[in-house]
């Protein structure tokens, strides 16, 4: 396809519409759903079962894990990351390696018009409200509010994004 770049790996089991692209290095999992007029920058890493909506634009670096969701219009900054696991380790307490039955994924909603500045990470469970702005650098522990703009570590409510 030429929407998709020849290094890029999307599972077999993507649609991606001809109106949306993907950049080279990108990685796209099985059951992913990808939206009208999207861009998926180079080397991004995008997990099982992901949605995302029409006019999203991920740039660069960007780690989208499952199950998050990102509805129509969202931006997604260079190197942001949306986690998936609220407490994250390699091993249980007896010491055996964890499995993936050993925890559940859970995930970050990104509402509709919502940005997220660049290596922002955001700590799931969470939802970033419509047309909320997230400020670059932030680390996102709670959800947002409509219109609202977070920044810091932990990320605090600055102000108001106005349209």
């Known amino acids: 396809m030429e929407n998709v770049h020849r290094t890029a790996e999307v599972h077999i089991s993507v649609k991606v519409p001809a109106s949306s692209r993907i950049w080279n290095y990108a990685q796209i999992r099985e059951n992913v759903v990808i939206g009208e007029n999207c861009s998926i920058g180079r080397n ?6 992901v949605t995302i909506g029409n006019n999203c634009k991920i740039q660069n670096n960007a780690l989208v894990y499952e199950p998050s969701i990102l509805e129509d219009g969202v931006f997604i900054g260079p190197a942001v990351i949306l986690t998936n696991d609220k407490h994250p380790r390699a091993v249980n ?3 055996s390696v964890k499995a993936a039955s050993d925890w ?3 995930g970050v909603t990104v509402r509709a018009g919502a940005s997220i500045g660049a290596n922002a990470v955001c700590v799931a469970p969470l939802e970033i409200g419509e047309w909320s702005a997230v400020g670059a650098n932030s680390v996102v522990t709670r959800n947002t509010e409509p219109n609202e703009m977070v920044a810091g570590n932990p990320a605090r409510s600055c102000g108001r994004v106005r349209y």
Do not use: A, E, L, M
């Open 44 to 49: 991004v890493y995008i997990g099982p079962g």
């Open 93 to 95: 307490k007896d010491g």
């Open 104 to 106: 559940t994924p859970v």
